[in-house]
């Protein structure tokens, strides 16, 4: 999980089925009640981008492992992410509901298939299945977002070494991200 809202238009509240597992940067849809699902082959149509995240195990980027410094006996300092324990990693658990971005904006996300690594700039990205693809496989016929920046190392704004004097955030696709301008 990671979702980095540079800029957004609308930031939608929405119920979410309570059978789903969604991670923050994921694309969903709409079922037929309504509620936020992932965007899937059953629910084809994207409606946004997660901005929350429904879960039973933490997916916060870096959690207890991105190494910050060392204190004076050498001994490394680490910092990590983390939900309010008593909600168990779900941010929708006391209103059932979850943000959901849409109509525009910028976003830095992890939240991507393998081949939009080597995608063009402004090329057309789909949503199968929560993540960002090259391809249409649900053939819902609706860009979702154009490619703006390459997948790479995103500064976390923890001082370090990584990138740009900066800790290099974490995240579930080998740590790098990509940046896109939502168009639905």
Known sequence: MALIE????????????????IKEGQIVSLDTNGRVVIQ?????????????????????PGIGTAIIGADAAGVAITASFQNRVSDYFDETKASNKMTVYHSGGEFATDMFASNVATAAIMAPLYGVNGQFETFDTHSSGVIVARLIKADGAYPSGVPGTDINGDIA?????????IEVKLVI
Request: aromatic content about 8%.
């Open 6 to 21: 540079r800029y957004h238009v609308v930031a939608a509240v929405r119920d979410v089925a309570t059978s789903q597992i």
């Open 40 to 60: 899937s082959n059953t629910n084809k149509y994207p409606y946004g981008l997660a901005g929350d995240t429904k879960n039973t195990a933490s997916s916060m």
């Open 169 to 177: 955030m974490g995240g579930e696709n080998g740590n790098t991200y």
